[in-house]
């Protein structure tokens, strides 16, 4: 089985992403420098606390922020971490960081890494237009803002 080649940048569609104003986007703050914007085919649904994404060529463009991961070994322990990803156990773990193709705002497609949710999604609201930033200041009303 051939690997998928190696990169060092990252999609961002949810707490990660810096619009989105939340906390933990600090978790990239020191390892990390943005790209720029952009989009992937799929589906966002919110979960109890956060987005979940799942890729898909006929949904809409989910919303993100693409970043070039400084010492991306290091910095992908700690993210896998929050993102309740483990590499040694792949299948079962709530999100897995997957190779994601992008079309960024500048024309060009990039390769990067997302964190992609693998639960079922029963009980969890679609977010129609795929931007999650959008979503906390329209649609999810004063309590999650």
């Known amino acids: ?3 998928p080649p190696a990169t060092d940048l990252l999609f ?5 992403r810096r619009a989105a104003g939340h906390a933990a986007h ?3 703050a020191d390892s990390t420098e943005i790209v720029g914007h952009g989009f992937v085919r799929g589906r966002l649904y919110q979960a ?21 991961v400084f010492a991306p070994q290091a910095a992908f322990v700690r993210l896998d971490q ?15 960081r997957d190779l994601v193709q ?10 990067a890494w997302a964190y992609i949710y693998q639960r079922p999604l029963f ?16 649609d999810a009303g ?4």
């Open 82 to 96: 929050y993102e309740g990803f483990d590499p040694s156990s792949p299948d079962t773990s709530e999100f897995r």
């Open 123 to 138: 009980d969890l609201q679609p977010i129609p237009h795929g931007d999650y930033a959008k979503y906390l200041r329209e």
């Open 48 to 68: 109890t606390d956060f987005p979940v994404l799942v890729p898909d060529p006929q949904g809409v463009e989910v919303t993100g922020e693409v970043y070039r």
């Open 102 to 111: 992008v079309a960024m705002n500048d024309g060009r497609t990039v390769t």
């Open 1 to 3: 089985m051939k690997h």
């Open 142 to 145: 004063p309590a999650h803002n």
């Open 26 to 28: 600090r978790l990239l």
């Open 12 to 16: 961002t569609y949810g707490t990660l």
